[in-house]
């Protein structure tokens, strides 16, 4: 997995920005892993689609009773379908975590109560990337909705959403 990973094209903050990227978080590639991989390759194709090093991170470091996904990621990453957005945090850096949320606005961490969860979101405030999640609890939530619009970006759950949305 972590050579799949490596071998990505990264890309800056600043260069995503000039892409109107999408964003993957990892509960949103391991469900459509799971659920639609052709649609996801098909999405991946059409679309600047990133995940954050962090994230990607989060995914090699999944727990061993999660190796059939792994297994799959591992297939679907080693096509390159997607670019890693670097962030340089890694994931249990909790201090690192916060201080990169509060970087990107100084009061995300008052809408994102994990500072895991806040890396993605000031990860798509830095790139103005939209974001494609199914954390219904901690990321697609009115209350974040409401404070990530003053950067024009959204949070979708599903690929039709944000293609409707486009």
Known sequence: MNNAIERLDSVSAEDARSKRSVLLDTSFL????????TALSAFCEDFFVLMTDFNLLELANMEKHNHGVKRLAKKFLETKPLKMLLTGINPGDWEGEKRFASNADPGLLKHVHDPSDAVLVAAAIRSKSY????DKHHLFTAELENKI?????????????????T
């Not at 974001?131 to 199914?134: Q, S």
């Not at 003053?150 to 949305?165: A, G, H, K, V």
């Open 30 to 37: 391991v469900y459509m892993l799971e659920k639609n991989p």
């Open 131 to 134: 974001v494609l999640t199914r």
């Open 149 to 165: 619009s003053e950067y024009n970006i959204r949070i979708f759950n599903d690929i039709s959403s944000f293609q409707d949305y």
